[in-house]
């Protein structure tokens, strides 16, 4: 049981393969090999259009999701001003006589 427990600690022998470099692009007019060469010919259009379909299908779910987060973020900012505030956070919804006494409440003399 310990000589498993060592083995599994132990790194394997086999050194690694370093990672390959990535050309550099231009340069003295020298042809680059690219690290992701463009398709030597163009996919047939049922490739196209399923391409597309995802495409445009992902961008309306990441659209949605980017409005419905700035709408929750904007609910929340404004109801933890609310709670801090302890009222409207919002200045312009004040009436101008918010500093003057309501005028159906009489002072007692």
Known sequence: MA???????????????PPTRVPEIGGGGLKGNYPNPPDAANPDPATLREQWKYATRQY??????????AILAGISFFALGWVIKGGNPIPSFHHQNDDASPPDVKEKR
Do not use: C, V
Not at 3 to 17: A, F, V
Not at 60 to 68: E, M
């Open 3 to 17: 000589e498993d427990e060592h083995r599994q600690n132990q790194q394997p022998t086999n050194p690694q393969k």
């Open 60 to 69: 309306g779910k990441w659209y949605g999701h980017a409005w419905g987060t």
